[in-house]
């Protein structure tokens, strides 16, 4: 029988009573005969809160003590699960994420996965038992505890899914699907009943958190059958999917919005054939991801380079170009943040024109100054000021006929998005 691996976010498992509700949930499935994996959060805020832990004691703690400290708390939500699932009965073992042997390269913070060794997870499903796996850790083939980043967990179970090629992965959270924005930010989003791998995977990288974008990058990959569904409401959810599967395209299908921007703007490099490789080269080394990247000339000697990075790496960023002062050749660098990214997002776009102008007018009309742009097939994407990101995202849902009349409520509505 087909293996089902189910995953519960922070919020589904925020209090005792929540993983209680959980249990029950994952018991159910295991009396119909189900083999069932089950990956769990931290509960609630606790990755915050030993975020803040470490902070107080270290200004720039280790990663790997970084890690260490952060893979605590989803070993305290596996145990607390397996415990609730034993207590009705319930055969069940929960590992941790090298217990279930996930295997990822060594870049504390933000790892890769490198292979699942199965044969742990595979042994207990033989014998019948519920595995529960921590989410979002792993370790080197070293043996070095590793984590794969803010909002891992999705990642850990879609990768098991992948490697247990279980029938299905459920990705389990506190909204009912994925909607055409967050319902938080926008009442009137609507909910997607489905939406296409490359669609889901650029709202994710454009700041969508309801998915880990690597998450998505793995189910693409190994076509995983991924669907989002909330833990506190009985309603189908959203189905992540292959285009060709799907009914309609619409030119843009959702808006997304990401809070934490930072721009680094590096004035009057040296124009040489190799100024840009050796710039991004030295980012690239210290593993930091640049976004939007806008260059000019400054005149025929020198020319201007301005990235967007996260914000939590801008510091970094501006740091490490500070050290390599010499060897680039620069005469200034300015650091901003502050600014957030907006973004449309839909595979049609690229067959229809005029989104970008309809983007750029619905800002100005708003009297939002665009401070970078950048555009691909499925997407536009603009940094602005963050203080007007919120009304940003009400406005460009609205002019993209994304609204859903009398939808107020998160997770009220069910539309079929469609032309
Ligand atoms: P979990 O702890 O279950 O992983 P997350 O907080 O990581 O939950 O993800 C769920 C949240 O994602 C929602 O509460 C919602 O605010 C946010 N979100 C952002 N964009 C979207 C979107 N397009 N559709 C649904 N939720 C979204
Ligand atoms: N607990 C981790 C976080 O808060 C991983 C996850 O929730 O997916 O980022
Ligand atoms: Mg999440």
Redesign the pocket.
Same mark, same amino acid.
């Given at each position: 029988m087909g293996i089902v691996v189910q995953k519960y %976010? $922070?919020t589904s498992v925020a209090s005792v009573e929540r993983i209680r509700r959980v249990a029950e949930r994952v018991a159910a499935l295991h009396s119909r005969g189900k083999p069932c994996v089950v990956t769990v959060?931290?509960m609630g805020k606790?990755?915050?809160q030993l975020i803040e832990l470490a902070r107080q004691v270290s200004s720039r703690p280790p990663a790997r003590e970084m890690d260490m400290l952060?893979t605590t708390?989803?070993q305290v939500s596996i145990a607390l699960l397996a415990m609730a699932l034993a207590e009705r009965g319930v055969r069940v073992r929960s590992l941790t994420g090298w217990q279930a042997g996930i295997i990822t390269d060594a870049i504390h913070g933000k790892a890769r996965i490198q292979g699942i060794d199965t044969r742990m997870i595979r042994g207990c499903l033989d014998r019948g038992e519920v595995v529960i796996v921590a989410?979002?850790q792993g370790k080197t083939p070293e043996g070095e505890i590793t984590?794969?980043?803010? %909002? $891992?967990?999705?990642t850990?179970a879609v990768a098991l899914a992948a490697a247990l090629e279980a029938e299905v992965c459920e990705i389990f959270t506190d909204v009912t699907g994925v909607f055409t924005a967050d319902p938080r930010v926008v009442p009137r989003a609507g909910k997607m009943e489905e939406i296409s791998f490359e669609e889901m995977l650029e709202l994710a990288h454009l700041g969508a958190g309801v998915l880990?974008p690597r998450s998505v990058e793995c189910a693409m990959k190994y076509r995983v059958p991924l669907v989002v569904r909330s833990s506190f409401v009985e309603e189908p959810g959203t189905w992540v999917k292959e285009a060709k599967d799907m009914e309609t395209t619409r030119n843009v299908r959702g808006i997304a919005h990401d809070m934490h921007v930072a721009r680094i703007k590096v004035l009057g490099l040296e124009n040489r054939i190799e100024t840009l490789s050796r710039l991004f080269g030295i980012l690239g080394d210290a593993h930091i991801n640049v976004d939007m990247i806008v260059q000019s000339e400054h005149d025929a000697e020198r020319i201007d380079v301005a990235f967007s990075v996260s914000e939590d790496e801008g510091e970094m960023a501006k740091e490490v170009i500070e050290a390599h002062r010499e060897e680039l050749g620069y005469l200034k660098v300015l650091y901003e943040t502050g600014l957030a990214k907006v973004s449309a997002v839909g595979a049609g776009m690229v067959s229809r024109p005029g989104v970008a102008a309809k983007m750029f007018a619905t800002l100005t009309d708003a009297g939002i100054r665009i401070k970078m742009v950048s555009t691909s097939e499925i997407k536009i994407s603009c940094v602005i000021p963050r203080d007007r990101a919120v009304e940003a995202v009400r406005e460009l849902h609205s002019a993209f006929g994304l609204d859903v009349a009398g939808a107020e409520m998160v997770g009220a509505t069910t539309t079929k998005v469609r032309e």
């Open positions: %976010g $922070g959060s931290a606790t990755t915050d952060l708390g989803e989410g979002f984590t794969l980043g803010r %909002g $891992g967990s999705d850990t880990h």
